[in-house]
């Protein structure tokens, strides 16, 4: 999951499995969140995003899923592959914030071939 | 993404020093936005812009300021630059109404 420091959560998986990453978001009345991916010496690229309306939204080879209950949110990627080596982040967009992306400080995927 | 680009890539620069960063976009979009990333960190807001007459602060505004020249370009100086303005900074634009966030790919500053 995300948190805040100097190091951050790295998740390691096999080419060709799953990959699950987790988010934990603070503003129980945000209504937007979006996943970012980031290599190495790019900047970070949309992946996908749901409102608060929505529990789950599917797109291609990642699902992203919404639990406002415990206030959730995760990035599944189906049939990982080396090119998903990066930093994953999440972030929240909630009136309490000016209505602006608020962001988690990034997971670590490394996938092995 | 090439439709955001920052320059420069890289910069190298002294305790005191006044430096601009800057950003254009070609995507035709009302929106910019001027991010910092350090390691481990998430990336923080210093100043945004909703139109050409718009600036507003962010997160962590003190010791930067900015300007949108245009509404394809918007720059952002340190006006005495200091050791722990040293970070990765991102220029994003979005389109009114979409909160989707598009990025340039960084200007990576060291003050020394």
């Known amino acids: 999951g995300e948190s805040v420091g100097l190091h951050l959560p790295t998740l390691s998986v096999q080419e060709g499995d799953n990959s699950i990453i987790n988010c934990a978001y603070s503003n129980s009345a945000s209504d937007y969140f979006i996943w970012y991916k980031q290599e190495s010496g790019k900047g970070p690229q949309f992946i996908i995003d749901?409102?608060?309306?929505?529990d789950k939204r599917q797109g291609q080879r990642v699902t992203v899923l919404l639990n406002k209950t415990v206030k959730h949110l995760s990035l599944q990627i189906a049939a990982t592959q080396p090119g998903d080596s990066a930093v994953y982040f999440c972030?929240?967009?909630?009136?309490?914030?000016?209505?602006?992306?608020?962001f988690g400080a990034g997971t670590i995927l490394r996938v092995k071939s | 993404d090439a439709d955001v680009t920052q320059t420069p890539r890289n910069r190298i620069t002294k305790t005191g020093k006044r430096i601009m960063l800057e950003c254009s976009q070609t995507k035709g979009h009302d929106r910019m936005y001027w991010y910092r990333q350090d390691p481990g960190l998430g990336l923080r807001l210093i100043y945004y812009?909703?139109?050409?007459?718009?600036?507003n602060k962010g997160e962590i505004s003190d010791g930067y300021s900015v300007s949108r020249q245009a509404q394809a370009k918007f720059s952002l100086s340190l006006e005495s630059a200091i050791p722990n303005q040293t970070a990765l900074y991102f220029c994003a634009t979005s389109p009114r109404g979409n909160e989707k966030l598009f990025f340039g790919s960084g200007t990576q500053l060291s003050v020394l």
């Open positions: 749901i409102r608060s309306n929505m």
């Open positions: 812009s909703f139109d050409v007459k718009d600036i």
């Open positions: 972030a929240e967009k909630a009136r309490e914030y000016g209505n602006k992306l608020v």
